[in-house]
């Protein structure tokens, strides 16, 4: 008996199982969750396409005067050879009253409760215009914040004025190396350094390199560090400044340590070596 029930189970639910579903009738139709929309307020809308197998899709209905964005796009097909297709929008409203889609009718209500006319919401108390004498209070009180900050002002340029007039004694071993020192001191540990391979030079050559724009900028040029060695050589007013020796030394040297800094194409020691002879001859030249 239970051998027979076991049996004959798969066939009770097979004769139970639901019949394929048919397709809905060709054509296209529109569909949203609700007939009623607010004004303004976004809305899930559906266009259901149902063609016959390898017929040319439909042309999509018009919306108007809905905003759409599209969503999402579902295909299928059914057992009796129709295409279905489902296209999911977010759609909204900007015209009240009733609208007509595709025989679909939508009625678009305001947002604003019932008994709301629509007019701008002010403030329940109005601020009181100033009087005769409120005014001159304000005025008065502008007046002095002005004058305190003219006398801040010229408190501040004055104790200025008198530091730069009568500097104060640094005290000793505090005193501030000058740039030609700096660059001196810099000068002698680059002659220290070991020009072994290709890596040293580069380095050797990149050191260099800022050494000079950092004195140059210190003691001349305070642009030096970002500006081209093209401008720095044909800057005219540094030209002058430096004398024609200097200057025809920094565009000697300036070149040079360029072209094995971004040509990379290397340089022997000794031509390194001479290159550091220059700038130290162009830091004693121009240091006072």
């Known amino acids: 008996m239970r051998l027979a029930a076991a049996l004959l189970a798969p066939l009770l639910v097979t004769c139970r199982r639901t019949p394929p579903p048919r397709a809905a009738a060709p054509g296209t139709t529109v569909s949203v969750a609700s007939t009623a929309v607010e004004f303004g307020v976004g809305f899930p809308l559906t266009v259901t396409h149902v063609v016959r197998s390898g017929a040319p899709p439909p ?12 969503e999402a796009t579902a295909a299928g097909s059914s057992d009796d050879g129709w295409i279905v297709e489902e ?15 595709a025989g679909s009718r939508l009625h678009v209500r305001s947002a604003l409760p019932p008994d709301d006319d629509g007019r701008p919401e ?38 200025r004025r008198r530091a730069r007039a009568h500097p104060r004694i640094a005290a000793p071993g505090s005193a501030r ?6 660059a001196r001191e810099r000068l002698e540990r680059l002659r220290r350094r070991s020009l072994d391979d290709r890596a040293a030079l580069a380095a050797f050559h ?5 050494l000079l724009r950092d004195y140059v900028e210190e003691r001349f040029e305070p642009r030096a560090p970002t500006r081209t060695s093209e401008e720095l050589i044909g800057d005219a007013a540094l030209a002058r400044t430096l004398g024609a020796a200097a200057s025809a030394r920094l ?19 000794a031509a390194a070596r001479a290159l550091l ?11 006072p």
Do not use: Q
Not at 59 to 70: D, F, G, H, I, K
Not at 90 to 101: I, N, V, Y
């Open 59 to 70: 042309a999509e209905p018009s919306l108007a005067p809905l905003v759409t964005r599209l």
């Open 87 to 101: 296209r999911r929008y977010r759609a909204w409203a900007f015209a009240l009253g009733d609208l007509d889609l």
């Open 122 to 159: 002010l403030p329940e108390d109005l601020l009181d215009v100033p009087t005769a004498a409120g005014r001159a209070r304000l005025a008065w009180i502008v007046a002095a914040a002005v004058a305190m900050g003219a006398a801040l002002a010229a408190f501040t340029a004055r104790v």
């Open 177 to 182: 190396l000058s740039a030609g020192a700096r």
């Open 206 to 210: 990149d050191e260099a390199a800022a």
């Open 251 to 269: 565009g000697t040297v300036l070149p040079a340590l360029d072209r094995v800094r971004f040509g990379r194409d290397g340089a022997p020691p």
């Open 277 to 287: 002879v220059e700038l130290a001859t162009f830091v004693a030249e121009t240091s």
